[in-house]
């Protein structure tokens, strides 16, 4: 059984720090890695996709990839409340290219 | 807004019912997907389908029903559901599964209660 696992957390940081999530995936074959941010009640929204090993910088999001150790993270920086919300790591299965998620990380930044 | 609609937003529903689920996509993607969101559980694939073709069915009791008139278009029929599949519905689209790169993004979900 393929698995993308994440801790669920919470995961609690002060405002202006930064927060470190983190995803290991169980295919070593996956090529395609996303970070999806979900609001309490609202639906998935792409932050972020990643394909080559290292890192890779949008705003204040960067996701780094560690084929190697099969694992991707998402840093944030300059954490701000309106950051709050669940982060889903997603992986795609390179036999039938279907999406694996994790159960998600609940992230609190407080004020 | 992702380009991906969905209705209804919210539907609360008895286990005699007959309803449906709409998702319309404005993207120009090829491929469409249902998904099951249920509390504390990862996404949960139900269906997908590939220039309207239907490529997977993850085992999905009969009580759900897809279909898939155009590439645009994704409808779930509901019947004699039961209360534990409240959950939130969402669809998806992308441009071409068989991509490796290919992207999903999602609808605003439709979240079901079954009376």
């Known amino acids: 059984q393929k698995e993308v696992e994440q801790n669920s957390g919470p995961l609690s940081v002060p405002e202006g720090a930064i927060a470190s999530l983190n995803c290991t995936y169980s295919?070593?074959?996956?090529?395609?890695f996303f970070w999806y941010r979900q609001y309490s009640g609202k639906s998935p929204e792409l932050i972020m996709s990643i394909y080559s090993n290292g890192d890779k910088e949008d705003g204040r999001f960067t996701a780094q990839l560690n084929k190697a150790s099969q694992y991707v993270s998402l840093l944030i920086r300059d954490s701000q409340p309106s950051d709050s919300a669940t982060y889903l790591c997603a992986v795609n299965d390179p036999n039938t290219g279907k999406l694996i998620f994790g159960q998600g990380t609940t992230l609190q930044v407080k004020p | 807004e992702t380009g991906v609609t969905q209705t209804p937003r919210h539907l609360v529903m008895g286990m005699t019912n007959k309803k449906s689920l709409k998702c319309e996509q404005h993207?120009?993607?090829?491929?469409m997907y249902w998904y099951k969101q249920s509390a504390k559980k990862p996404l949960e694939l139900m269906f997908v389908?590939?220039?309207?073709?239907?490529?997977e069915n993850n085992s999905v009791p009969s009580r759900f029903s897809p279909e898939c008139p155009n590439s645009s278009h994704l409808f779930l029929h509901l019947h004699t559901l039961q209360p534990e599949d409240s959950a939130l519905y969402l669809c998806?689209?992308?441009?071409?599964?068989?991509?490796?790169?290919?992207?999903?993004?999602f609808g605003p979900g439709t979240r079901l209660t079954v009376l």
């Open positions: 993207l120009g993607h090829n491929a």
């Open positions: 295919d070593r074959g996956s090529q395609s």
């Open positions: 998806a689209s992308s441009q071409d599964r068989v991509l490796s790169t290919d992207t999903q993004y």
């Open positions: 389908y590939n220039f309207k073709e239907q490529t």
